[in-house]
């Protein structure tokens, strides 16, 4: 498990990533290439699983090509390798926090006021 920040859509098939400190997940993706990806809107609590092959790539045409778009959206941080991911399925995560009938309003408006109550007790300490 190893969150990544950088996670975006490349085209209709495939989500990409880029390796900025991720020594293990490359290591392990190049030993097994099936991998399964979890987006998760942190308010609303729905979001995506995606499983599907990922391609390692370190140099070449494509990564270039990558490695252009993450400088254009403004990537500074060195970029060690580029994590292709084919999506071979996509399904909807959604919490168990609906399971009691709450509505998405509801649940965003009381993760919205957790996190704003949390945060500002970190800024008055």
Request: charged content about 25%; overall charge neutral; some cysteine.
């Amino acid at each position: 498990l190893s969150p990544k920040g950088t996670l975006t859509i490349w085209d209709d098939e495939h989500l990409v990533f880029a390796d900025l400190a991720s020594p293990g997940t490359i290591a392990n993706l190049q030993c097994n290439s099936i991998v399964e990806i979890n987006v998760v809107d942190p308010l609303v609590r729905k979001g995506y699983r995606f499983k599907g092959t990922a391609r390692v790539l370190a140099e070449g045409p494509l990564f270039e090509q990558l490695l252009a778009f993450y400088r254009q959206r403004g990537t500074v941080n060195p970029i060690h390798a580029i994590v292709l991911v084919k999506v071979e399925r996509a399904l909807p995560l959604i919490s168990p926090a609906y399971d009691l009938g709450a509505t998405e309003d509801e649940i965003r408006d009381r993760w919205l006021q957790y996190w704003t109550m949390l945060w500002q007790n970190r800024i008055r300490e």
